[in-house]
């Protein structure tokens, strides 16, 4: 077990700017994290040929505890009425992290207010815009709504304060770690491909370099055409043209802890599918 708490962080970027991207062939992908105590950590899984390779590999057998899910809904209520919901149900998972809910709590479905979950959800305050969600079957000692007072982030942008009103963030601390369920914006400079530009890479790659690490890499360093977003244009998730745009990313000491990062591409309801993160802590 990592001698420090560790943290999990679920991510989603913004795709609005990826949808004109992927009427040209290209589709955007999507992120969730798992980290120490101190940075983020990012995830992301196929499911039609990984989930073979896992059973190949042993990896998503028994070697785990604690499931946590990290799914962009792109709008909590379409994504009820295509039976999205029904995935959480079913899944057995511990902590669910929702991206893009857009919508106010008070108009959230009950039927997403799971009974055995506690349940989180911050809102943005322009309607129908951004905001997130946490539902957890073990009570988090404490949860934080939006990032203006960790200062770990500071580092990375100087512009939280804007964000806090966007509802894109949320923390919980557990009792052996930290989980980030975050939704991300685009740099106003993405313009041509977003979720692929120059800034974000960047941006990306400044996180690693602190210490964390992308789990789904870290298990599939030579995966290919493994999505987590499919544009809904030009029929491009049965062509699987997509972009990997979730991540579970995390610190280096809870990789011994963590079993498998799973995309699950077979998954519907919105234009991303969930990503999973399969830990043993």
């Known amino acids: 077990m990592p001698k420090r708490k560790a943290s999990v962080t679920a991510v989603g970027k913004a795709k609005k700017q990826a949808k004109k991207a992927a009427d040209s062939s290209k589709a955007k992908g999507g992120k969730s994290s798992a980290v120490d105590k101190e940075p983020t ?6 499911q039609s040929s990984v989930e073979k390779e896992n059973q190949s590999h042993g990896k998503s ?6 499931k946590i899910t990290s799914w962009n809904v792109n709008g909590i209520k379409a994504w009820f009425k295509k039976n999205g919901h029904s995935y959480l149900t079913d899944s057995n998972i511990d902590i669910i992290c929702l991206q893009e809910t ?9 039927e997403i207010k799971l009974d055995g979950y506690h349940t ?3 809102s943005a305050e322009q309607k129908g815009y951004s905001s997130t969600g946490l539902l957890s079957k073990v009570k988090p000692l404490k949860v934080t709504f939006g990032i203006t007072n960790i200062i770990l982030h500071i580092k990375f942008r ?3 304060e804007k964000h806090d009103k966007e509802g894109r963030v949320i923390t919980a601390e557990y009792d052996k770690f930290f989980l980030v369920g975050a939704y991300l914006a685009n740099p106003k400079t993405n313009t041509k491909t977003a979720g692929f530009t120059k800034e974000e890479r960047e941006g990306f790659g400044k996180l690693l370099d602190c210490g964390f690490i992308d789990t789904f890499r870290h298990f599939y360093p030579n995966k290919t055409s493994a999505y987590s977003f499919w544009s809904y244009m030009s029929n491009a998730r049965s062509k699987n043209i997509g972009w990997r745009l979730d991540y579970f990313v995390t610190s280096k000491n809870l990789i ?3 079993a498998d990062s799973i995309i699950r591409s077979e998954i519907e309801g919105s234009d991303h599918c969930p990503i999973e993160l399969l830990l043993q802590i």
């Open 41 to 46: 950590v990012e995830i992301k899984h196929d």
């Open 61 to 66: 057998s028994s070697n785990w505890n604690t």
């Open 102 to 110: 857009k919508c106010a709590e008070s108009e959230i479905p009950n």
């Open 120 to 122: 989180y959800f911050y």
């Open 158 to 160: 100087t512009d939280i």
């Open 256 to 258: 011994p802890n963590v």
